[in-house]
């Protein structure tokens, strides 16, 4: 009975760090790019799946109680909003941004070369 607690809390371990880790790559992302676009790309995706995997890691600790559920609730509120909202922040972006045009023609520039 006490390896299924260590195997439990190894495989949670691993969820909890794996998370942990797509999270500071969605932080070294948001400091490394330079376009508020693209910024906002990592972040959702890097947000979304680092959740998934730290809330995965609670449920297995928890193990299946109406905890889990709430947590399984609180995943699905986030896989449902961080994609909507950061859609919303791009568009606002390319509505008040009258320079984004021209940001994205000379970066498009510079790729062709």
């Given at each position: 009975?006490?390896?299924?607690?260590?195997?439990?809390?190894?495989?949670?371990?691993?969820?909890l760090?794996?998370?942990?880790?797509?999270?500071?790559?969605?932080?070294?992302?948001?400091?490394?790019?330079?376009?508020?676009?693209?910024?906002?790309?990592?972040?959702?995706?890097?947000?979304?799946?680092?959740?998934?995997?730290?809330?995965?890691?609670?449920?297995?600790m928890?193990?299946?109680?109406m905890?889990?559920?709430?947590l399984?609730?609180?995943?699905?509120?986030?896989?449902l909003?961080?994609?909507?909202?950061?859609?919303?922040?791009?568009?606002?972006?390319?509505?008040?941004?009258?320079?984004?045009?021209?940001?994205?023609?000379?970066?498009?520039q510079?790729?062709?070369?």
């Open positions: 009975m006490i390896v299924l607690h260590w195997i439990r809390f190894i495989i949670a371990a691993v969820f760090l794996g998370g942990l880790v797509i999270l500071s790559a969605a932080l070294v992302g948001m400091f490394r790019f330079d376009n508020v676009l693209n910024r906002i790309h990592v972040a959702a995706k890097c947000d979304t799946f680092g959740l998934l995997l730290i809330f995965s890691s609670m449920i297995i928890s193990g299946w109680s905890e889990s559920l709430k399984v609730i609180i995943i699905v509120f986030f896989w909003s961080v994609p909507v909202s950061s859609h919303l922040i791009a568009h606002m972006e390319l509505a008040t941004n009258p320079e984004i045009k021209e940001e994205f023609e000379v970066l498009h510079e790729n062709l070369q």
